[in-house]
């Protein structure tokens, strides 16, 4: 990991989860007022943290000091969730002696349960005198931030500029609940660069796009999605436009390996796909495309069978919404061609059963005509695996 300068990391258990061998509470500090973008999810149905830290946002115009994170207890539904959200991010403010405004709650758990906010604010200044910019405190933070997760998702870049090296960090978290709406999953990540929160805002947008947008697991949208990006400043190091358009490619790589871990680690999976459109109009007529295969559970079931079932790429592209000649449409799956204009293509079914069983899956749907748009998607095989992990969840 190359980790970004100005920041500072910790995590401890205070009790929300049954398991006292995990960590379930993370904290992330910047030295100083960092620029902060932050997107969430579109549900309805929003927990308590991400209401406060929307206001928070917004009260502080884009600037922030702390991430806050709980697992164990998503703080959503609850009589006392607006409170307790508040109450902990009163205490830490307290504790690091800055503004409320200027700490950022998150949550992940079982929904409709109260939370204890007093486990937390108990734990904060120990919590605080931990804090440590250490690349083992960020791995103890990112782990602290797990669910059903079965692995660490972590990622990080740097990139050098004309004034100086600026380096892009994140952490992740989700296996299941997993499904593109604006934000799905909790994600942080940071960067030592300097830049306004009026530019990080579309930046981020853009990156999310294609990463944690172009990501789905099971189809739900959680109510407690959020992804924000922080820019300490630390380095000094200003970017003009072109540069800030080399930045919002490395941060998008970081946020694509940290999407492409989600879905590899997806609840229950054995396999990672990976589906590219390509040929169509536009982009997001691709994005489209690529989502209704990545949603399909005929598809997913199929590929977790190591079953070369093309025909249910090719409807579940269909019925995507999208107007195109299904006479021009290529299917291949592992890079063999097994749709051809919309009809069966010769090949070695066995040979491609056997290439299915592999890790990873490739799917590719290709749209023969002069079309541009393009897109990526990733997402994992359904299996029964699935279906045990969410069958006991909240017992």
């Not at 920041?7 to 100083?32: E, H």
């Not at 200044?125 to 933070?141: G, K």
């Not at 929160?197 to 959680?222: C, F, K, M, Q």
């Not at 997806?266 to 994005?287: P, V």
Request: include cysteine; proline fraction near 4%.
């Amino acid at each position: 990991m190359t980790l970004p300068l100005g920041y500072r990391y910790a995590s401890t258990y205070v009790g929300l989860r049954k398991q006292p061998d995990r960590n379930d509470v993370a904290l992330i500090v910047s030295d100083g007022p960092a620029a902060v973008a932050a997107v969430f999810t579109r549900n309805v149905i929003q927990a308590s943290p991400v209401h406060l830290a929307r206001e928070n946002l917004k009260s502080s115009r884009g600037k922030a000091c702390a991430i806050l994170v709980n697992a164990g207890n998503a703080n959503c539904a609850t009589r006392t969730g607006d409170a307790a959200a508040l109450a902990t991010c009163k205490a830490l403010a307290k504790t690091l002696k800055i503004k409320p405004q200027y700490v950022l709650p998150a949550s992940t758990g079982v929904i409709g349960v109260e939370l204890d906010h007093k486990l937390i604010v108990n734990a904060l200044p120990q919590l605080v005198s931990d804090l440590s910019p250490d690349e083992a405190s960020f791995e103890r933070a990112a782990e602290a931030i797990l669910t059903t997760d079965t692995r660490l998702k972590i990622a990080s870049e740097e990139v050098k500029f004309r004034d100086g090296v600026v380096r892009v960090a994140g952490m992740t978290k989700g296996s299941g609940m997993i499904h593109p709406n604006m934000a799905t999953t909790l994600g942080f990540v940071l960067t030592d660069a300097a830049i306004a929160p009026s530019d990080l805002n579309p930046i981020l947008r853009r990156a999310t796009e294609r990463s944690y947008n172009s990501l789905t697991v099971d189809g739900d949208t959680s109510t407690n999605d959020m992804v924000a990006l922080l820019a300490s400043g630390a380095t000094r190091v200003k970017l003009n436009e072109k540069e800030r358009k080399v930045f919002e490619e490395v941060l998008t790589w970081v946020m694509e390996s940290l999407a492409e871990q989600i879905a590899a680690d997806g609840e229950g999976a054995r396999k990672l796909i990976i589906i590219r459109a390509l040929g169509f109009k536009t982009d997001d007529e691709a994005r489209r495309i690529a989502r209704s295969i990545a949603n399909s559970p005929l598809v997913k079931t199929a590929i977790a069978g190591s079953d070369p079932n093309w025909g249910r790429i090719l409807a579940a592209a269909g019925y995507a919404g999208v107007e195109f000649d299904p006479s021009k449409l290529d299917v291949h799956l592992q890079r063999e061609l097994v749709c051809k204009g919309g009809l069966a293509a010769e090949f070695d079914e066995a040979a491609l059963k056997a290439k299915l069983d592999a890790p990873e899956v490739r799917i590719r749907v290709t749209l023969n005509g002069k079309g541009k748009g393009q897109a990526r998607f990733f997402t994992c095989d359904l299996t029964e695996g699935y279906i045990q992990i969410n069958g006991s969840y909240r017992t």
